[in-house]
């Protein structure tokens, strides 16, 4: 099977509201919406089926914990889960909370995870200190 980009997959995505998504996620989940399986996404897509359902499956929980939260919009799951984590939907509670310590503590939070929550805070300089 090939995919190709038509006039159904343009009125899915219009149906799956994609647009305000990372390329890369729309991509998954517009497929996943259109039906196809988990494999056949990642075959397509030349990635691993658990890779597929990983994404999909963070790409739920930050939009669970967006929850309308406008500020978190435009950060990818692994930061908004990074964020969620410590019961953050805000600069204000990021910064208050001193969030890039505490995520600097965290096992699973990679460096691209820490400088995109450090931009996201205006504090870029600070990711690359910790």
């Known amino acids: 099977m090939h995919l190709q980009p038509d006039n159904l997959v343009h009125a899915a995505s219009n149906a799956f509201n994609v647009k305000n998504l990372p390329?890369?996620?729309?991509?998954?989940?517009?497929?996943?919406?259109l039906g196809y399986s988990f494999r056949e996404i990642a075959q397509q897509l030349d990635v691993s089926p658990q890779a597929v359902s990983l994404m999909l499956s963070r790409y739920r929980q930050s939009a669970k914990a967006l929850g309308g939260t406008a500020e978190l919009q435009g950060l990818s799951a692994r930061a908004v889960h990074a964020l969620e984590l410590h019961g953050i939907r805000t600069?204000?509670?990021?910064?208050?909370?001193?969030?890039?310590?505490?995520?600097n503590q965290q096992r699973n939070c990679g460096r691209k995870t820490r400088e995109e929550i450090a931009d996201w805070l205006g504090e870029g300089h600070a990711a690359s200190e910790g």
């Open 23 to 33: 390329p890369r996620i729309a991509e998954f989940a517009l497929l996943r919406g």
């Open 91 to 103: 600069r204000s509670e990021g910064r208050s909370k001193g969030v890039l310590a505490l995520i």
